[in-house]
């Protein structure tokens, strides 16, 4: 494995919108739409040492369902339409937008915690 001088830092933001190793830049985060690898095909970083844990899933929750609702709310204001027709948009669109913002999330969370170093916490008892 590689040492973290030989590559150069890689943007947290960059991690996120393109899935890809957050040491190289090079090797893809996730298998399939939000499963994490276990190590990067490129430069064997271990991606164990970075799980996002349950953070990415609390702010899709909020995220998705503060425009979701909204969004059902304003058209049924504006145009109180059948309620069929909440059903057929914005089911699809909780779930679309769910599962795309995940990924982001995940992997922007990624990017920070292997920029920032972070670890899990240890007490110091001295």
Same mark, same amino acid.
């Given at each position: 494995? $590689? %040492?973290?001088?030989?590559?150069?830092?890689?943007?947290?933001?960059?991690?996120?919108?393109?899935?890809?190793?957050?040491?190289?830049?090079?090797?893809?985060?996730?298998?399939?739409?939000?499963?994490?690898?276990?190590?990067?095909?490129?430069?064997?970083? %271990?991606?164990?040492?970075? %799980?996002?844990?349950?953070? $990415?899933?609390?702010?899709?929750?909020? #995220?998705?369902?503060?425009? =979701?609702?909204?969004? $059902?709310?304003?058209?049924?204001?504006?145009?109180?339409?059948?309620?069929?027709?909440?059903? =057929?948009?914005?089911?699809? &669109?909780? #779930?679309?937008?769910? &599962?795309?913002?995940?990924?982001?999330?995940?992997?922007? &969370?990624?990017?920070?915690?292997?920029?920032?170093? $972070?670890?899990?916490? =240890?007490?110091?008892?001295?």
């Amino acid at each position: 494995m $590689a %040492d973290n001088s030989d590559f150069p830092p890689i943007e947290p933001v960059k991690v996120a919108l393109s899935a890809c190793c957050p040491r190289c830049g090079q090797g893809r985060l996730f298998n399939g739409i939000s499963t994490l690898k276990p190590a990067c095909s490129a430069c064997g970083l %271990d991606y164990a040492s970075v %799980d996002p844990g349950d953070g $990415a899933p609390i702010f899709v929750i909020l #995220i998705v369902s503060f425009l =979701v609702v909204g969004m $059902a709310l304003y058209i049924e204001i504006t145009y109180s339409p059948g309620l069929w027709v909440h059903f =057929v948009i914005f089911g699809p &669109l909780a #779930i679309g937008l769910s &599962l795309w913002l995940l990924r982001l999330a995940k992997a922007l &969370l990624i990017g920070l915690q292997y920029r920032n170093h $972070a670890r899990p916490g =240890v007490i110091d008892r001295g």
